[in-house]
Every structure is written in structure tokens, then in C-alpha cells.
């Protein structure tokens, strides 16, 4: 099955969904100032008088200040209807000039945007990785809603390159032997709040560079440039029980792994060799279709029943073969999608420049989000980032 054609923010506007983008811009700066004039009827003449010419000011002083500090940021979020906005609250001297907590005018600003935009608010927690002049000091994480930094610490003692999650764990891997002062090679478990899962501990010989959950929360698939796990063999890949048990599986990567998808009892990996590849395995480990590219790949998603793949190739080729494969079965610029039953590839064919190339892609709703290291996409000006709307 071939999923919808995918297109770049920019371009989907160019094709005609711009009306309801206008349709949108219009609609939410009014219900904001709508909002105020219920709340604040002594004003309501002012604000009417406003609504004409300054619907969209009402609509941020109405729950708190927005500031732009770049024009170029003023003029791409001026690009996104406000559906698709994230909406920011910042209260700023409050302690001085209102009675209320940080918490209850957060619940403010929530009731007052929920309405406006149809769309409850949510939180989410951020993992990041600190560094101090170039050293790593430890994994942490912040509230996505507030902010805020949260009471986790991991405790690392060297770099996180994977993170994935359950409901009660977070898996992480990378290139370090403790986490809280115990023990972990290359791969760990912890709670959301940092406290080390002391029964799951698997040990690899080698760097672990993905971590996927199955959706039901176990197995867990690890993969990486490691050779063993728990003194087994088991290059670039493996399974382990949420008990931290090495599980069968019956074939495995030439190559390491970089990247892992795990949908439905299907696992895709993709990674680094000569050249690049992604294979296609059974949840038993059973090999299915591959697919070699002529530069690593280094990120891919899940989306809308495609596999979307980014990395640094430019040729998409018969036989592994590495850099410059000929004859090259086609030419895919760093991002290419492919049907994941047959690993046929589909249409979805941006460009992107530069040549590290794409080394993160995900995709959330109706749009994928992608960043790497380039500076164009589809030949015009794209520093770095870049969103694609399904159409």
C-alpha cells in the first residue's frame, strides 16, 4: 500500500491550502478578543473599535505577551495556521503585579485557549542530554509544557544516543558503563523519574546507537555497532525480554545499525556499511527485503503506512556496492520513502543539500519533521530544519 503524496509546508500553501490557513488566522484572533469581551464588558467599546484593526494583538494580550526577537521567525510563524501553533504563555514579573500562583494562571491560559482552538492541552516530558565545555554531565529531563526542569536524573557517565519509552520505563543507550554509579554497558533502564530498573540489565559489546519498544511495552529492540550482548553473539541487533533476557532471533545485520522501526511485529533496520542499507525482519528475526543505498542511513519514521528514510545517500542501488553504485536503480537526495510489505520504493522525493544530510526524522500527525545537516530543501533556503504536510 503506498501512502499520499507528502509535501513541504510551503508547498502545500502554494497548492491552494492557504484558504483555510486565512479562514483559521481570521477565526482564532477574533474568538480570542470575542473571549475578552464577555470577561471585560466596561471595555467592550475600546475592543470593538480594536477588533478591526488589531484582532491579532487582543488575541495575545488576552493570555499573556508574545515577544519576536527575529523577523525571519515572525515571518514562518505568520506561514502556519494557528491550528497549528503551539501556544506560549509567559508570565513575566507576575510575583509584583498579581496574587495568583505560577500554577493557577497556568490553568488560566489553558481554559482560555482550549476553546479558541478546539484542542485540549497536553504535557510532555523532554529527555536531553547536558554537556559542559564539550563534556557530558549527565541525562535529564523538562517539562514540555512548562518548561520547567524535572526531579530526573539518570547519571550517566558518558553520551545518550537513544532514548524510548513505556508507560512505567525509559530504555537509553549509548557510550557509557554506569548509570547512577552501577554498572551498564551501553544500554539501561530507568523509571520517568531517573531511578535505575535494577533487575533489566543487559550488557553489549559496543556502542548502542536505536532503542525501540513494542507497542504493547516489551520486547525492547536494541541496535547499534556492538558485536555481543550478554557475551553472546549478536551483531548490530537484538531482542531482550522486559526482564532484561537475551530472546531468539535468527538473523542478523551485516552492517551496524543506526536506526530502528518497530510496527505491527515488523522490524526495519537501517544503517552504515558500504554505502547504506535497510532491511526489512519478522518479529523471530527472519529476513525479508533489503534495500542498499550508496551513503549511510542514519534516521528513519513510521508514516501513514510508509517508511520514511533520511541519511547522507544520494542513489538508491541494485547491490550493495557503497559510494558511487552503478547502475543506480534511482536518484533520492538524502530522504526517500518506501512501501514497507515489498520495500518498493514510492514518489516522496525531496532534495536536501550538503553532504552529512539527514540524521533525524519523525513524524507526528499529519506532518513529518525533519533535521539534519543541510541548508536547502527542494533548492530553496531550509537551515538545518524542515516540516512535510501529508496531502
Known amino acids: 500500500m503506498e501512502a499520499g503524496p507528502i509535501e513541504t509546508a510551503a508547498?502545500?500553501?502554494?497548492a491552494g491550502s492557504?484558504?483555510?490557513?486565512?479562514?483559521?488566522?481570521?477565526?482564532?484572533?477574533?474568538?480570542?478578543?470575542?473571549l475578552r469581551l464577555r470577561r471585560q464588558p466596561a471595555r467592550t467599546l475600546v475592543v470593538v473599535l480594536g477588533i478591526a484593526v488589531g484582532a491579532a494583538v487582543l488575541a495575545m494580550t488576552a493570555v499573556g505577551s508574545a515577544a519576536v526577537q527575529d523577523r525571519a521567525v515572525q515571518r514562518a510563524l505568520a506561514q502556519l495556521a494557528p491550528r497549528d501553533r503551539a501556544i506560549q504563555a509567559v508570565w513575566s514579573g507576575v510575583p509584583a503585579q498579581s496574587s495568583l500562583s505560577f500554577r493557577q494562571l497556568d490553568r488560566t491560559a489553558r481554559a482560555t485557549t482550549?476553546?479558541?482552538?478546539g484542542l485540549p492541552p497536553f504535557g510532555?516530558?523532554?529527555?536531553r542530554q547536558a554537556t559542559w565545555g564539550g563534556a557530558f554531565v549527565n541525562l535529564g529531563a523538562v517539562d514540555g509544557k512548562t518548561g520547567s526542569v524535572l526531579k530526573f536524573h539518570a547519571n550517566t557517565n558518558g553520551t545518550v544516543l537513544a532514548l524510548s519509552r513505556n508507560r512505567s520505563r525509559l530504555y537509553l543507550g549509548g557510550v557509557f558503563n554506569t548509570v547512577r554509579h552501577k554498572p551498564r554497558q551501553?544500554?539501561?533502564a530507568v523509571g520517568m523519574k531517573g531511578r535505575l530498573i535494577r533487575t533489566w540489565h543487559p550488557r553489549t559489546k559496543g556502542t548502542v546507537r536505536s532503542i525501540?519498544?513494542?507497542?504493547?511495552?516489551t520486547p525492547v529492540y536494541l541496535g547499534g555497532a556492538f558485536t555481543q550482548i550478554n557475551d553472546q553473539p549478536g551483531p548490530f541487533l537484538a531482542k531482550v525480554s522486559a526482564k532484561g533476557k537475551v530472546l531468539p532471533w535468527r538473523t542478523y545485520p551485516d552492517h551496524p545499525v543506526w536506526s530502528l522501526v518497530v510496527v505491527s511485529g515488523h522490524i526495519?533496520?537501517?544503517?552504515?556499511?558500504?554505502?547504506?542499507?535497510v532491511e526489512a525482519f519478522s518479529r523471530r528475526g527472519d529476513q525479508g527485503w533489503n534495500v542498499h543505498t550508496d551513503g549511510g542511513v542514519q534516521a528513519m519514521t513510521w508514516f501513514h503506512g510508509a517508511l520514511l528514510v533520511g541519511g547522507h545517500f544520494r542513489k538508491i542501488c541494485t547491490v550493495r556496492a557503497g559510494h558511487g553504485c552503478a547502475p543506480a536503480l534511482a536518484f533520492r537526495d538524502k530522504l526517500f520513502s518506501l512501501n514497507p510489505a515489498t520495500g518498493a520504493l514510492q514518489?516522496?522525493?525531496?532534495?536536501?543539500?550538503?553532504?552529512?544530510?539527514?540524521?533525524?526524522i519523525r513524524g507526528a500527525g499529519s506532518h513529518v519533521y525533519v533535521g539534519g545537516v543541510f541548508t536547502k530543501v527542494n533548492n530553496l533556503p531550509q537551515q538545518g530544519f524542515d516540516s512535510f504536510i501529508r496531502s
Do not use: K, M
Not at 124 to 127: E, G, I, S, T
Not at 268 to 277: D, I, M, S
Not at 347 to 360: E, K, Q
Open 11 to 14: 508547498a502545500a500553501r502554494r
Open 18 to 34: 492557504g484558504e483555510r490557513a486565512r479562514r483559521e488566522r481570521l477565526r482564532v484572533p477574533i474568538g480570542y478578543a470575542l
Open 114 to 117: 482550549e476553546p479558541i482552538l
Open 124 to 127: 510532555v516530558a523532554v529527555f
Open 186 to 188: 551501553h544500554v539501561a
Open 212 to 217: 525501540r519498544v513494542a507497542r504493547h511495552g
Open 268 to 277: 526495519f533496520a537501517g544503517g552504515n556499511g558500504p554505502g547504506g542499507y
Open 347 to 360: 514518489r516522496w522525493n525531496p532534495a536536501a543539500n550538503s553532504g552529512l544530510g539527514v540524521f533525524a
